[in-house]
């Protein structure tokens, strides 16, 4: 029995292409359709061309001719009339263009007329402001936002606009709004140097001690750039005393230096790193506060909010800049080759010193790794506390859950991290004499128990030779 296959329409081969199957003719294009939106692109570009060369007379006739006076049409790049005039900054074709009813709030791309005018910065001071204030005659909105969260404030103080500023904060604008970095208008004068925005704004309240999500601070970025100006102004509202430059020297003249306390018996403190540790986080002023109080690397690792408080770190941003260095500092990897050290290379030979270097350098790593193990059980256990509070089908807790399983597995990565450098150590020991400075002078006790060990291995020699002496005559015997 045959079996019927569906094939292609009359007429039409195999070879051919199935693009247009199921189509006997290719639907037509709509040239209509082209043709507009290539009127649309003209038009635009046209009014465009006007408003730069500031021919307002042409404008009108776009306007009345072309737009028929729908000064709110929206142009093929979405954009208005009102709303190039604004960007180019054409005071005289802004103001007519309002008049005729264009939309001062209209929107496009999350941008509107005058974050446009305050977005231009070639512009004269003049015409911005002429623009500003025609803009806000007919009820623009001042806290309005674009994608990146910036407001008009914020444009206008990039710009350095300090006229349109002044009359923003006279309107009462939102000063504390934060952009998506965490940036408030303060940040931006500091970032773009405008030291008479900053008085303004200072005068106004603005808040100077806020953080943007990098844990930096107005004056931190200040800092940055160098901008002493700006420095002075935030440090005399801040009233931060200008600080005197000390110098921490330190005398390294025996190995001891490296490892203090080794030569007693003691634990080694490590404070001579916390300097540095202060400087990477941008706290060296704290420096000769934190060393004055004597505390070792240890207790510094493992500093909390009330610590920081008692030392005098009174500002919450530097209190936060720090815990955030320190919880940095504890959750980095800790690779086996890093800690190993001279185990991995076993063929080659060490001198004394490289032995002695080696050492060193596992018994710093034990001492770091003791403090981010306690610093690691002392998060677990505040996260179980939190997670006591929680419902059982609480986000939070899964959250909750997830980071203390995490926490759990960096312990025991620091457990096997440190079992090596044991390892490590024991051997180190076992197979090399102690550094010549410390043997010391031998006691009373300890030469008569060389004597007594010499004596019982002169014995115990002697009563070997005389028993060889009696198996081999017996053998010579036999």
Known sequence: MAVYIPGRPG????????EDYG????????YYQHQLQNEKKKLEMDIQDAIINGNLREVQEIVTTRLNNNVNDRLDSGWSALMHACFHAQDNIVKYLLEQGADPNYRCDS??????????????????????????????????????????????????????????????????????????????????????ILELLIARGAR?????????????????????????????????PEKHEEHTYVDLSTWHDFYPGIKKEKRPDYKSEIPHLLYGMNLENYTTTIMKTGMDLRTFLLLEEKDMIDLGIKLPYERMRLKSGL??????????????????????????????????????????????????????????EEIKFEPPDSPMREQLNNVAQKLFMNIEKIRKASDRVKIVLKKVADNNPKPADLIREKTLQDIVAGYITEAVLVASVGLLVYHAKYLFSSVVKK
Not at 11 to 18: E, I, P, R, T, Y
Not at 23 to 30: L, Q
Not at 329 to 350: C, L, P
């Open 208 to 240: 100077m001690t806020e953080v943007d999500k990098y844990n930096r601070t107005p004056l931190l970025l200040a800092e940055l750039h160098e901008y002493d100006n700006i420095m002075e102004i935030l440090k005399k509202h801040l009233q931060i």
């Open 11 to 18: 007429g039409a081969s195999d070879s051919d292409s199935d």
């Open 23 to 30: 189509f006997y003719e290719k639907p037509p294009k709509n």
């Open 327 to 384: 919880r940095s500092f504890h959750i980095r990897n800790w690779k086996i080759s890093a800690v190993v050290g001279m185990a991995a290379n076993k063929a080659q030979n060490f001198s004394m010193l490289g032995y002695l270097t080696a050492l060193g350098s596992h018994l710093h790593q034990i001492y770091v790794l003791e403090a981010t193990l306690q610093y690691t059980l002392r998060e677990y256990k505040r996260i179980q």
């Open 111 to 196: 941008m509107t007329p005058i974050m446009s005018t305050c977005s231009n910065s070639s512009a004269s001071n003049e015409a911005i402001y002429n623009i500003v204030t025609d803009l806000i005659d007919k009820g623009c909105k001042l806290n309005c936002i674009d994608n990146y969260g910036q407001t008009p404030l914020m444009k206008a103080i990039g710009c350095g606009r300090v006229a349109v500023v002044q009359k923003l904060l006279d309107l009462n604008v939102n000063i504390e709004v934060r952009d998506l970095q965490g940036w408030t208008a303060i940040f931006w004068a500091a970032h773009h140097n405008q030291p008479e």
